[in-house]
């Protein structure tokens, strides 16, 4: 079991900045991928952006070159740098985490962080 606490939300002005961080229970050296997930409202949720452990990164068009996302494994923490931000990025971001056993895949999910950008 691992549980993923977000943090790092909150409300900033479009072109602002904000850096989320999704705290670990457990050493995030044995979970394969970790994650960004974001739902605004009357939306799917989506794909923000990932990181394996070996350090591959992975962005939704939408947020290439202004979103970076990190991990700190001696921290067991994932950060997502969010830059010149625009209301269009306004959602609940919520933290993931995808742990490869055997054929299974377990996946956990942090509660959410609201990010709100005004114009």
């Known amino acids: 079991q691992v549980q993923l606490v977000d943090s790092g939300g909150g409300l900033v002005q479009a072109g602002g900045s904000l850096r989320l961080s999704c705290a670990a229970s457990?050493?995030?050296?044995?979970?394969?991928?970790m994650g960004w997930y974001r739902q605004a409202p009357g939306k799917q949720r989506e794909l923000v952006a990932d990181?394996?452990?070996?350090?591959?990164?992975n962005y939704v068009d939408s947020v290439k070159g202004r979103f970076t996302i990190s991990r700190d494994n001696a921290k067991n923490t994932v950060y997502l740098q969010m830059n010149s931000l625009k209301p269009e990025d306004t959602a609940v971001y919520y933290c993931h985490a995808a742990v490869v056993t055997g054929i299974d895949v377990d996946v956990y999910w942090g509660q959410g962080t609201q990010v709100t950008v005004s114009s």
């Open positions: 990181i394996t452990s070996g350090g591959t990164t």
């Open positions: 457990a050493s995030i050296f044995g979970i394969n991928v």
